[in-house]
């Protein structure tokens, strides 16, 4: 299967749903403002219900079930296809190729690797290369910059380059951490 041109929101949606079967209400309840993954990429309700129906349309979740809810209709459980299980598994180990989607996508990643509690090490070595490649490409253009407007953008770009090195460390350190604590 192709990998789907999917917004953030429906990858969390679809990564949440392929850990087990679930409802829409218990999958907003974790993408809350300061749940666990809220925290960190908020989705509204609203926002997850619309996401389930794309990926329904998309078939990549499939209704499964229903369950009763305490104050309201039934509750659709929705399962993730075998094929959109290997999709997200896929994307999960993807780096981010873009600066700007390591404070949301990859943090979220990291967050649903630990989840389903998956080492992160290869992702985190693999963004590192990443990393290395858009590092390489600021420090080309802020040498050729023109003005110093354009070296400085390029400066605070680098700066960017740089904190996303020491998340990667903590990330890195935490994991290491993890393995020896559980062994």
Known sequence: MEQPDLPLAEWIVLA???E???HGFAIAALT???AEIGEFWYISRPMVYRSITRLVE?????AVGAEEGNRGPQRIIYAATRSAKATVTRWLSEPVTELFDVRAELTCKLLLLQRRGTSPARLVERQRVVMDEIEESLRAKEEAAGDHIARASYALRLE???AAR???DAVDVDS???AIKTG
């Open 176 to 178: 290491t951490r993890s």
């Open 58 to 62: 998309r078939e990549l979740i499939t």
């Open 16 to 18: 949440l749903v392929a």
């Open 166 to 168: 020491r998340f990667l």
């Open 160 to 162: 960017d380059v740089r």
């Open 32 to 34: 809350a403002e300061g």
């Open 20 to 22: 087990r079967s679930s």
